[in-house]
């Protein structure tokens, strides 16, 4: 089994995943806030978050080539790694059955619709 990952860990990789050849900096950042709503993400924690990735294997980056745009500067590029699907993976069947757990209790909570749980909680007398 994979290396467990923390929920905002999840949300970087999903961006990088999602964003596919375009999975950099600002875009992972503008992918993650989306992600995440309503809760804020500041850049900083996207690029500090991006380095533990890469420092555990699960994700790998490299430098394009200079661009005019970006006065003559490069942008550092990402992409999931073996290791870093596999956890994604693993994390997302982890949220799934959590989900229909959920789900199985409260009705289809993404409707809107919630309904009483199936059984009372004790209540200390």
Known sequence: MSESLGQFEQIILTAILSLRDEAYGV???EKAVQLATPRKISPGAVYITLD???DKGLISSWLSDPTPE??????????L?????RALEESAATARRVWETVAEIWG?????VR???KWSPARPR
Not at 70 to 79: H, L, Q
Not at 108 to 112: I, M, P, R, T
Request: proline share 3%.
């Open 108 to 112: 289809d909570v993404a409707e809107g």
């Open 70 to 79: 970006r006065g003559g500067r490069s942008k550092r590029f990402y992409r």
């Open 115 to 117: 309904r009483r749980p």
């Open 52 to 54: 533990r990735l890469e």
């Open 27 to 29: 875009t992972i950042h």
């Open 81 to 85: 790694e073996a290791l870093g699907e």
